[in-house]
Protein backbone atom coordinates (compact mmCIF):
# COMPACT_ATOMS: atom_id res chain seq x y z
CA UNK A 1 0.00 0.00 0.00
CA UNK A 2 1.62 3.37 -0.97
CA UNK A 3 0.77 6.57 0.24
CA UNK A 4 -2.61 7.38 -1.00
CA UNK A 5 -4.31 10.61 0.12
CA UNK A 6 -7.36 8.49 0.64
CA UNK A 7 -5.96 5.83 2.63
CA UNK A 8 -5.36 7.41 5.78
CA UNK A 9 -8.07 6.40 7.81
CA UNK A 10 -6.85 2.52 7.31
CA UNK A 11 -4.43 2.28 9.82
CA UNK A 12 -6.88 3.78 12.17
CA UNK A 13 -9.68 1.89 11.27
CA UNK A 14 -7.75 -1.32 11.37
CA UNK A 15 -6.69 -0.48 14.98
CA UNK A 16 -10.72 0.03 15.88
CA UNK A 17 -11.12 -3.29 15.07
CA UNK A 18 -8.58 -4.84 16.70
CA UNK A 19 -9.71 -2.98 19.96
CA UNK A 20 -13.81 -4.42 19.73
CA UNK A 21 -11.92 -7.83 18.26
CA UNK A 22 -10.09 -7.51 21.57
CA UNK A 23 -13.19 -6.51 23.94
CA UNK A 24 -15.76 -9.36 22.37
CA UNK A 25 -13.07 -11.95 23.43
CA UNK A 26 -12.66 -10.99 26.43
CA UNK A 27 -16.27 -10.83 27.10
CA UNK A 28 -16.64 -13.84 25.28
CA UNK A 29 -18.92 -13.02 22.91
CA UNK A 30 -20.04 -14.59 18.98
CA UNK A 31 -21.38 -11.19 17.86
CA UNK A 32 -21.03 -7.52 17.79
CA UNK A 33 -24.39 -5.73 16.79
CA UNK A 34 -23.28 -1.94 17.35
CA UNK A 35 -20.32 -0.11 17.52
CA UNK A 36 -20.69 3.73 18.67
CA UNK A 37 -17.72 6.18 17.34
CA UNK A 38 -17.12 9.79 18.54
CA UNK A 39 -14.60 11.30 15.69
CA UNK A 40 -13.55 15.45 16.39
CA UNK A 41 -14.00 17.20 13.53
CA UNK A 42 -10.90 18.71 13.59
CA UNK A 43 -8.73 15.42 13.46
CA UNK A 44 -7.72 14.21 9.63
CA UNK A 45 -10.75 11.47 9.56
CA UNK A 46 -13.39 11.96 7.23
CA UNK A 47 -16.66 9.89 8.74
CA UNK A 48 -17.05 8.83 4.85
CA UNK A 49 -13.86 6.80 4.54
CA UNK A 50 -14.05 5.50 8.41
CA UNK A 51 -17.31 3.83 7.40
CA UNK A 52 -15.96 2.60 4.17
CA UNK A 53 -12.54 0.69 5.44
CA UNK A 54 -15.18 -0.36 8.78
CA UNK A 55 -17.13 -1.99 6.23
CA UNK A 56 -13.75 -3.67 4.39
CA UNK A 57 -12.16 -4.56 7.53
CA UNK A 58 -15.34 -6.15 9.32
CA UNK A 59 -15.87 -8.27 6.52
CA UNK A 60 -14.70 -11.82 7.93
CA UNK A 61 -14.90 -10.48 11.37
CA UNK A 62 -17.91 -10.91 14.46
CA UNK A 63 -18.53 -7.22 13.68
CA UNK A 64 -19.57 -7.76 10.42
CA UNK A 65 -22.85 -6.53 10.13
CA UNK A 66 -22.95 -4.20 12.64
CA UNK A 67 -24.37 -0.55 13.09
CA UNK A 68 -22.35 1.79 13.11
CA UNK A 69 -23.15 5.08 14.05
CA UNK A 70 -20.22 7.85 13.93
CA UNK A 71 -20.90 10.98 16.25
CA UNK A 72 -18.40 14.07 14.77
CA UNK A 73 -17.59 16.02 17.72
CA UNK A 74 -16.81 19.97 17.12
CA UNK A 75 -13.55 21.77 17.94
CA UNK A 76 -13.96 23.38 21.12
CA UNK A 77 -11.13 26.18 22.24
CA UNK A 78 -10.47 28.12 25.34
CA UNK A 79 -8.24 31.40 25.23
CA UNK A 80 -5.77 31.16 28.15
CA UNK A 81 -5.85 35.22 27.91
CA UNK A 82 -9.57 36.07 28.54
CA UNK A 83 -11.03 32.89 29.51
CA UNK A 84 -12.94 32.50 26.19
CA UNK A 85 -14.18 29.09 25.42
CA UNK A 86 -16.17 28.01 22.64
CA UNK A 87 -16.23 26.56 19.31
CA UNK A 88 -13.68 26.91 17.05
CA UNK A 89 -13.65 29.80 14.83
CA UNK A 90 -13.87 29.41 11.16
CA UNK A 91 -12.92 32.35 8.70
CA UNK A 92 -14.04 32.84 5.23
CA UNK A 93 -10.79 33.12 3.17
CA UNK A 94 -11.39 36.07 0.69
CA UNK A 95 -9.00 34.99 -2.06
CA UNK A 96 -9.81 31.31 -1.60
CA UNK A 97 -13.56 31.26 -0.98
CA UNK A 98 -12.67 29.16 1.17
CA UNK A 99 -13.29 28.56 5.21
CA UNK A 100 -10.26 28.17 6.81
CA UNK A 101 -10.25 27.37 11.09
CA UNK A 102 -8.44 29.93 12.85
CA UNK A 103 -6.74 29.85 16.70
CA UNK A 104 -7.76 33.52 17.07
CA UNK A 105 -9.30 34.36 20.30
CA UNK A 106 -12.62 35.73 18.51
CA UNK A 107 -13.27 37.87 21.96
CA UNK A 108 -9.77 39.65 22.86
CA UNK A 109 -7.52 38.25 19.73
CA UNK A 110 -5.05 36.18 21.45
CA UNK A 111 -4.15 32.71 20.88
CA UNK A 112 -6.25 29.88 21.66
CA UNK A 113 -5.99 26.11 22.65
CA UNK A 114 -8.10 23.54 21.60
CA UNK A 115 -9.40 21.39 23.92
CA UNK A 116 -11.86 19.21 22.23
CA UNK A 117 -12.28 17.88 18.93
CA UNK A 118 -9.47 16.12 17.90
CA UNK A 119 -10.43 12.62 19.50
CA UNK A 120 -11.25 9.02 17.73
CA UNK A 121 -12.79 7.10 20.80
CA UNK A 122 -14.80 3.87 20.50
CA UNK A 123 -17.66 5.24 22.79
CA UNK A 124 -18.97 1.72 23.55
CA UNK A 125 -20.17 -1.26 21.67
CA UNK A 126 -23.28 -3.51 21.82
CA UNK A 127 -22.84 -7.33 21.56
CA UNK A 128 -25.00 -10.34 21.48
CA UNK A 129 -24.90 -12.70 24.40
CA UNK B 1 -8.12 0.81 27.95
CA UNK B 2 -10.59 1.52 30.67
CA UNK B 3 -11.53 -1.40 33.21
CA UNK B 4 -14.11 -3.86 32.00
CA UNK B 5 -17.63 -3.21 33.97
CA UNK B 6 -18.52 -6.17 35.92
CA UNK B 7 -20.64 -8.70 33.44
CA UNK B 8 -23.94 -9.39 34.86
CA UNK B 9 -24.73 -12.60 32.80
CA UNK B 10 -27.13 -11.77 30.46
CA UNK B 11 -29.88 -14.20 28.75
CA UNK B 12 -28.31 -16.11 25.44
CA UNK B 13 -29.44 -14.16 22.05
CA UNK B 14 -29.75 -10.68 24.53
CA UNK B 15 -27.64 -7.69 23.45
CA UNK B 16 -26.31 -5.66 26.11
CA UNK B 17 -24.24 -2.73 26.28
CA UNK B 18 -20.19 -2.37 26.91
CA UNK B 19 -19.09 1.17 27.08
CA UNK B 20 -15.31 1.79 26.50
CA UNK B 21 -14.26 5.20 26.31
CA UNK B 22 -11.46 4.77 24.52
CA UNK B 23 -9.64 7.25 22.56
CA UNK B 24 -6.80 6.07 19.83
CA UNK B 25 -5.35 8.75 19.32
CA UNK B 26 -5.06 9.93 23.06
CA UNK B 27 -2.88 6.25 23.30
CA UNK B 28 -0.35 7.77 20.95
CA UNK B 29 -0.76 10.92 22.86
CA UNK B 30 0.53 9.06 25.79
CA UNK B 31 3.11 7.31 24.45
CA UNK B 32 4.05 10.57 22.44
CA UNK B 33 4.35 11.82 26.41
CA UNK B 34 6.38 9.25 27.14
CA UNK B 35 9.33 9.84 24.46
CA UNK B 36 9.24 13.45 25.85
CA UNK B 37 9.96 12.41 28.87
CA UNK B 38 12.87 10.53 28.02
CA UNK B 39 14.45 12.90 25.40
CA UNK B 40 14.39 15.86 28.08
CA UNK B 41 15.89 13.44 30.96
CA UNK B 42 18.87 13.52 28.17
CA UNK B 43 18.54 16.76 27.56
CA UNK B 44 18.10 16.43 23.72
CA UNK B 45 15.81 18.77 21.65
CA UNK B 46 14.10 16.51 18.93
CA UNK B 47 12.56 18.15 16.31
CA UNK B 48 9.52 16.56 14.06
CA UNK B 49 9.97 17.90 10.06
CA UNK B 50 6.75 17.36 9.08
CA UNK B 51 5.79 18.50 5.18
CA UNK B 52 4.50 17.14 1.54
CA UNK B 53 6.53 14.68 -0.87
CA UNK B 54 8.72 16.54 -2.50
CA UNK B 55 8.61 20.08 -0.48
CA UNK B 56 12.30 19.53 0.26
CA UNK B 57 12.22 18.06 3.96
CA UNK B 58 15.31 16.34 3.80
CA UNK B 59 17.71 18.77 1.75
CA UNK B 60 16.68 21.22 4.94
CA UNK B 61 17.63 18.73 7.21
CA UNK B 62 21.08 18.46 5.70
CA UNK B 63 21.69 22.16 5.32
CA UNK B 64 20.85 21.82 9.44
CA UNK B 65 23.04 19.08 10.37
CA UNK B 66 25.53 21.03 7.97
CA UNK B 67 25.25 24.68 10.20
CA UNK B 68 24.36 23.12 12.85
CA UNK B 69 26.85 20.28 13.43
CA UNK B 70 29.57 22.41 15.30
CA UNK B 71 27.10 23.50 17.58
CA UNK B 72 25.13 20.41 18.79
CA UNK B 73 25.53 16.61 18.70
CA UNK B 74 23.34 15.48 16.38
CA UNK B 75 21.39 12.09 15.18
CA UNK B 76 18.80 11.83 12.01
CA UNK B 77 15.49 9.34 12.27
CA UNK B 78 14.39 9.09 8.74
CA UNK B 79 11.19 7.97 8.33
CA UNK B 80 10.64 8.81 4.91
CA UNK B 81 11.53 5.82 2.57
CA UNK B 82 10.70 7.53 -0.68
CA UNK B 83 13.42 10.03 -0.63
CA UNK B 84 16.41 9.73 -2.85
CA UNK B 85 18.66 11.09 -0.23
CA UNK B 86 19.69 8.37 1.52
CA UNK B 87 21.49 7.82 4.85
CA UNK B 88 25.28 7.95 3.64
CA UNK B 89 24.52 11.37 2.57
CA UNK B 90 23.76 12.38 6.50
CA UNK B 91 26.42 10.50 7.42
CA UNK B 92 28.61 12.38 5.71
CA UNK B 93 28.26 15.23 8.21
CA UNK B 94 29.42 12.56 10.94
CA UNK B 95 26.12 12.08 11.95
CA UNK B 96 24.15 9.32 13.29
CA UNK B 97 21.25 8.67 10.79
CA UNK B 98 18.51 5.70 11.95
CA UNK B 99 16.34 4.71 9.90
CA UNK B 100 12.57 3.85 10.48
CA UNK B 101 10.62 1.68 8.29
CA UNK B 102 7.39 2.48 9.07
CA UNK B 103 5.73 -0.40 6.86
CA UNK B 104 2.48 0.18 5.03
CA UNK B 105 1.64 3.17 7.67
CA UNK B 106 1.94 6.94 5.88
CA UNK B 107 2.91 8.79 9.01
CA UNK B 108 5.19 8.56 11.63
CA UNK B 109 3.71 7.51 15.27
CA UNK B 110 5.48 7.76 18.87
CA UNK B 111 5.71 3.77 19.01
CA UNK B 112 7.72 4.02 16.09
CA UNK B 113 10.16 6.88 17.59
CA UNK B 114 9.85 5.11 21.25
CA UNK B 115 11.62 2.29 19.28
CA UNK B 116 14.10 3.80 17.42
CA UNK B 117 14.93 5.70 20.02
CA UNK B 118 16.60 2.18 22.01
CA UNK B 119 18.54 2.44 18.69
CA UNK B 120 20.58 5.09 19.81
CA UNK B 121 22.65 6.50 22.83
CA UNK B 122 21.07 9.04 23.55
CA UNK B 123 23.76 10.38 25.85
CA UNK B 124 25.67 10.84 22.64
CA UNK B 125 23.63 13.44 21.39
CA UNK B 126 21.13 16.89 22.27
CA UNK B 127 19.71 17.74 18.99
CA UNK B 128 17.74 14.98 17.27
CA UNK B 129 15.91 15.46 14.05
CA UNK B 130 12.92 13.18 12.72
CA UNK B 131 11.98 13.67 9.40
CA UNK B 132 8.50 12.47 8.96
CA UNK B 133 6.55 10.74 6.33
CA UNK B 134 5.56 12.87 3.27
CA UNK B 135 2.30 14.05 4.30
CA UNK B 136 0.43 16.85 5.26
CA UNK B 137 -2.96 15.14 6.25
CA UNK B 138 -1.78 12.60 9.52
CA UNK B 139 1.11 13.50 10.77
CA UNK B 140 -0.76 16.31 12.47
CA UNK B 141 -2.78 13.94 14.69
CA UNK B 142 0.29 11.60 15.75
CA UNK B 143 2.45 13.27 17.99
CA UNK B 144 6.07 11.94 18.35
CA UNK B 145 7.32 13.47 21.97
CA UNK B 146 8.98 16.12 19.72
CA UNK B 147 9.99 19.48 20.74
CA UNK B 148 9.19 21.44 18.45
CA UNK B 149 7.23 20.54 15.17
CA UNK B 150 8.25 22.15 11.34
CA UNK B 151 6.18 21.80 8.38
CA UNK B 152 8.10 22.04 5.06
CA UNK B 153 5.90 23.16 2.34
CA UNK B 154 7.51 24.66 -1.28
CA UNK B 155 5.78 27.16 -3.48
CA UNK B 156 5.60 24.41 -6.71
CA UNK B 157 2.83 22.87 -4.87
CA UNK B 158 0.93 26.01 -5.75
CA UNK B 159 -1.30 28.21 -3.34
CA UNK B 160 -3.95 26.63 -2.29
CA UNK B 161 -1.31 23.95 0.10
CA UNK B 162 -1.71 25.69 3.41
CA UNK B 163 -6.06 26.62 3.07
CA UNK B 164 -6.32 22.99 1.87
CA UNK B 165 -4.66 21.59 5.65
CA UNK B 166 -4.94 23.63 8.55
CA UNK B 167 -4.58 21.29 10.85
CA UNK B 168 -1.50 20.48 10.37
CA UNK B 169 0.00 24.33 10.79
CA UNK B 170 -2.15 24.06 13.86
CA UNK B 171 -0.16 21.50 15.25
CA UNK B 172 3.12 23.03 14.17
CA UNK B 173 5.40 25.65 15.49
CA UNK B 174 7.16 26.71 12.65
CA UNK B 175 6.87 26.32 8.76
CA UNK B 176 9.17 26.65 6.38
CA UNK B 177 8.00 28.13 2.54
CA UNK B 178 10.83 26.29 0.65
CA UNK B 179 11.96 26.98 -3.32
CA UNK B 180 11.29 30.68 -3.08
CA UNK B 181 13.44 31.01 -6.17
CA UNK B 182 10.39 29.37 -8.30
CA UNK B 183 7.62 31.70 -6.96
CA UNK B 184 7.61 34.12 -9.58
CA UNK B 185 7.65 31.10 -12.20
CA UNK B 186 4.64 29.39 -10.15
CA UNK B 187 2.52 32.53 -9.84
CA UNK B 188 2.80 32.03 -5.88
CA UNK B 189 2.49 34.77 -3.78
CA UNK B 190 4.74 33.81 -0.63
CA UNK B 191 3.35 36.16 1.31
CA UNK B 192 -0.28 34.94 0.84
CA UNK B 193 0.95 31.77 2.21
CA UNK B 194 2.78 32.89 5.27
CA UNK B 195 -0.49 35.24 5.77
CA UNK B 196 -2.52 32.08 5.57
CA UNK B 197 -0.45 30.30 7.81
CA UNK B 198 -0.51 32.92 10.71
CA UNK B 199 -4.49 33.27 10.27
CA UNK B 200 -4.94 29.58 11.06
CA UNK B 201 -2.04 29.75 13.79
CA UNK B 202 -1.10 33.28 14.95
CA UNK B 203 1.49 31.44 17.30
CA UNK B 204 3.59 29.59 14.16
CA UNK B 205 6.85 31.03 12.92
CA UNK B 206 7.51 31.41 8.93
CA UNK B 207 10.41 30.82 7.34
CA UNK B 208 11.05 31.10 3.60
CA UNK B 209 14.06 29.44 2.19
CA UNK B 210 16.27 28.28 -1.17
CA UNK B 211 17.08 24.91 0.20
CA UNK B 212 19.23 24.31 -2.82
CA UNK B 213 21.40 27.27 -1.81
CA UNK B 214 20.75 27.29 1.91
CA UNK B 215 19.13 30.63 1.30
CA UNK B 216 16.97 31.08 4.45
CA UNK B 217 18.02 28.58 6.53
CA UNK B 218 19.03 30.80 9.06
CA UNK B 219 16.20 31.61 9.53
CA UNK B 220 14.85 28.43 10.12
CA UNK B 221 17.37 28.03 12.93
CA UNK B 222 16.55 31.16 14.74
CA UNK B 223 12.81 30.46 14.37
CA UNK B 224 13.58 27.00 16.17
CA UNK B 225 15.66 28.72 18.56
CA UNK B 226 18.57 27.00 17.97
Known sequence: ?129 | MSPLKEVVKAEEGEIYDIELEEDLLRANEELAAKNRELLKKHNVMAIDVMGSIGSGKTTLIEKLVRALKKKYRIAVFKGDLTTTIDAELIERHGVEAVPINTGKECHLDANLVRKALQKINLEDINLLFIENVGNLICPADFPLGSEKRIVVISVTEGPYMVVKHPFIFMNADVVVINKKDLAQAMGVDIEKLRADAKEINPNIKVAVTNGRTGEGVKEVIDALGL
Open chain 1, 1 to 129: MGIHPEMHEFSIVKQIVKSILLVAERYNTKKVAEVNLVIGKLTFLNPLRVRFFYNLLTEDTIIKGSKLFIEEKRGVVKCPSCGYEGDIMYEEDPVHHIRIPTLHCPRCGGVVEVIGGRECTIKSIKVVA
